[in-house]
């Protein structure tokens, strides 16, 4: 195997590049040390490499819950704060070129394995700087904006650093090597904000894989293109269900209800003589001219409509008197005939 010196200056420095967390910043204002308070964090400084482990989500401490959250509100900015050994150090070694990555699941006390990950920020190779150039010189601060309708409530969010100076092959082909994982679980309570909850339901031990062009990655030989970053594309809300619609509103337009139709007759002067196929008795004559000539009863109306009423009753009383002096000569007739 030939060696080179920037192999070299890399195995040299994979004991000494290591980084952990140390606080937050929310909205440029320093939350304080959030070691053991509102950081998950592991018990030292040494990468996860396995991607069957568990501690590739949350690190070797990822299954104790810390006692405290950092608040926030959705779409403030969150900086997440990283150093080497001591805070405001060289923050992490400059072999370890790679990616910065940043995930949010909803609040777990376990160890936050499984499909409950989406992705909210992401920084890898811009064409000239790595993001772990970028941090170095950002005095150890990565910072990314929390999407702007995020629902309130509990959540864990996953930043990691992804070192690229041993992963020209995997940790799976060679144990000795592989791409080295800092990740970092920060608990942050969201105190307002709108309603999109995360959706990608991404699983770090099956969505990392060993034949992830983005994990097992030569650094020394990439020419500068494209670097593809692992895991899904950045979520940044709005799967909200739309609000219901309002029902349309009927048209102002009062309909018009059509004039009654005249009862036939009323146009005219002459009542219609009526039609017997059966002479009927004359008190049977009597009680049908009677029921002709009945007023219904009504609730009292306006002077208006009495008027209008009062000139009906005189028309219908006109028109039974013709039907009865019509229905007595058809009577007279047909007696005469009788006899």
Known sequence: MRFTAA???AMASTVSGHALMYGVWVNGVDQGDG???????????????DLASPDIVCGPNGANPAPAFVEAAAGDTLSFEWYHNTRDDDIIDGSHLGPIITYIAQYTDGDGTGPIWTKIAEDGWDGSRWAVDKIKANNGLQDFDLPADLAPGQYLIRQEIIAHHESEVSFEANPARG???YPSCVQVEITSGGSS?????FDFNTGYTYADPGI???????????????GPEVWTGGNASPAPEEPEVPS??????????PAPGDDDDTAPEPVFSTVLPSTTLVTVTTSLAQEPSSAPTPPAEC??????????????????RSTERVVRRVGRAQF
């Not at 909850?197 to 339901?201: A, F, G, I, M, Y």
């Not at 102002?252 to 139709?261: F, N, W």
């Open 216 to 230: 097992v990655f030569n650094v020394y030989t990439f020419d500068g293109g494209e670097y593809l970053i692992p």
């Open 35 to 49: 070691q053991r308070l509102y950081i998950r964090s592991p018990p030292n400084n040494s990468p996860v490499k």
């Open 197 to 201: 909850v995360p959706d990608q339901s």
């Open 7 to 9: 192999s070299a200056l």
């Open 252 to 261: 102002s337009t009062v309909p018009v209800a059509p004039a009654p139709t």
């Open 179 to 181: 791409a080295q994982f």
């Open 307 to 324: 008027r209008r009423r009062r000139r009906r009753r005189s028309t219908q009383s006109k028109k039974a008197k013709k039907a009865r």
